[in-house]
Nanobody, 115 residues
């Protein structure tokens, strides 16, 4: 079992920054990739960013150039650095971990960006 706990969400002004963290515990040796997803009110859940086992990264077009995904294997923690935030970034952000035969999700953390 893998457990994921997000933190770092909050309320910021447009143009501001936040850093989200996702702490993994349990059987973390089998994680092959991790990612951040978000769901805004009235919208579908979308992939924000993903980081693979070789540390390759991919980003949604809407956040590319503003967000940076990273992970620290020694701390079993993944991060999402969010800069130049926009009101349309407002959403609940979810951490995801993917193993070869399983997946796990965190409980979500709210990010609100005011104009």
């Amino acid at each position: 079992q893998v457990q994921l706990v997000e933190s770092g969400g909050g309320l910021v002004r447009a143009g501001g920054s936040l850093r989200l963290s996702c702490a993994a515990s349990g059987s973390i040796f089998g994680i092959n990739a991790m990612g951040w997803y978000r769901q805004a009110p009235g919208k579908q859940r979308e992939l924000v960013a993903i980081i693979t086992s070789d540390t390759s990264t991919n980003y949604a077009a809407s956040v590319k150039g503003r967000f940076t995904i990273s992970r620290d294997n020694a701390k079993n923690t993944m991060y999402l650095q969010m800069d130049s935030l926009k009101p349309e970034d407002t959403a609940v952000y979810y951490c995801n971990a993917q193993g070869r035969l399983w997946s796990a999700w965190g409980q979500g953390t709210q990010v609100t960006v005011s104009s």
